[in-house]
């Protein structure tokens, strides 16, 4: 199923329905997954999910971190359960300027200057991939607030 935009721009496309035309948001909604193809939103919703490649979960023992840099296996899924977070609260928190977002979010530098630091370890590895997700709304907004800003030009 190929969508004629991201979810985040369908989403904006119906609010702005919406507002045009006076509809509930359910319904602008609707609208625009017929213009999909799809007879509702929540059909259209389900139908994306199920396509979305799924991550691998491996089993896997926890280990303590205590020193930096990362082991790169490890490093590598960190990056991977920040991406995931990423696009979870993204598609929940809606930005007013998703392309902008989108180009301030830098995984590999949030796991390697923003989440693990000296002062942190020793750590379970466990914990440690809870916490990016667990601290990820608030990255998020952030850089949404800074894109906002950047697109007023108060940079």
């Known amino acids: 199923m190929e969508l004629s935009a991201p979810i985040y721009e369908l989403k904006r496309k119906a ?13 602008a909604l609707n609208c625009i997954a017929n213009e999909e ?5 929540s059909l259209l919703i389900h139908k994306y999910e199920d396509q979305k490649p799924k991550p691998i979960v491996q089993d896997r023992v926890s280990f303590e971190i205590n020193k930096l840099p990362l082991d790169v296996d490890f490093r590598a899924e960190a990056i991977e359960v920040a991406n995931a977070a990423f696009e979870r609260v993204f598609d929940g928190i809606e930005p007013n300027n998703p392309e902008m977002t989108r180009k301030l979010w830098n995984a ?17 590895s466990d914990y440690a991939l809870s916490l990016i997700e667990a601290f990820m709304l608030s990255h998020v907004v952030g ?13």
Do not use: C, V, Y
Request: proline share 4%; charged share 40%.
């Open 108 to 124: 590999e530098k949030h796991i390697d200057d923003d989440h693990f630091s000296p002062e942190n370890l020793p750590i379970d």
């Open 15 to 27: 609010k702005q329905l919406r507002r045009e035309k006076g509809l509930k948001h359910s319904e």
């Open 37 to 41: 193809g799809f007879t509702s939103w």
């Open 143 to 155: 850089l949404a607030t800074t894109a906002d800003k950047m697109a007023l030009g108060k940079d």
